[in-house]
């Protein structure tokens, strides 16, 4: 039996503390936050004038007309004043023309007005020699002069020099596909005018006349592997520099144009390579070139070739 004294004892123990009372229930950890955008680097170029002049440094430009008129702020002229710019070299060279791409790296030259000319041009053969490009903001200009061609004859004519006139008739602002056709439709035997402006000319390179009948490979224009590609229709994009086939066969279509159109646009070969790849037959390509490219009104033998060419651009390079 339990004797009073233990129970006693008992009683005297600690009293028993109460359960402590729930915990209020903790809040959701809180989603992580979706990730920030990868800012997109600020991309600065440099420039200078062709003929000399300080180094400027430009940016925020998404096409040819507001890379001209970053250049022209830089340097203070009128956008206008600019014919066409070269990448790494501040000579006349059309292999370093620059076109839809610029490598990260590249330093541009811009190449502005000089003196005007005007020369007399009789047509005694349909071609007359001339590969026609533009500069994407309104200057058509010599690229090429085919050797013994009736231009070739013609010593005050040289590449590089733009086309601002036929026969008094300014062609500012058309594309060269447009000059190429108008200088195709002059009647033969009957003379006409080109007024002519050349490039400013540093003293390095006065007496230059380049007049290759062919066309090598064109010199890769873009440093490390990427380039921005600026686009006649919204924002220019960093992209990696081009296969090895794209290269081939936009070269073999910029060949075909210039042959069918007396132009030369590594541009618009470029795009047109790139329609084909979307395409699986010359039908469907003939389709979407003329819903992208529908100005130029592409013969059907043309397209034909085209799409033969870059087919076998893509068996050269396996």
Known sequence: METTAAREARGAEAPRLPAPPPSPAEPPAASPSPAAPRARPRLIFRTQLAHGSPTGKIEGFTNVRELYAKIAEAFGIAPTEILFCTLNSHKVDMQKLLGGQIGL??????????????????????ALGLTITDNGAGYAFIKRIKEGSIINRIEAVCVGDSIEAINDHSIVGCRHYEVAKML???PKSQPFTLRLVQPKRAFDMIGQRSRSSKCPTEAKVSSGRETLRLRSGGAATVEEVPSEFEEEASRRVDDLLESYMGIRDPELASTMVETSKKTVSVQEFARHLDSVLGEFAFPDEFVVEVWAAIGEAREACG
């Open 105 to 126: 790296e590249d330093f541009i030259f811009a190449h502005v007005r000089g003196e005007t000319k005007e020369v007399e041009v009789t047509k005694t053969e349909d």
């Open 184 to 186: 195709r439709e002059l």
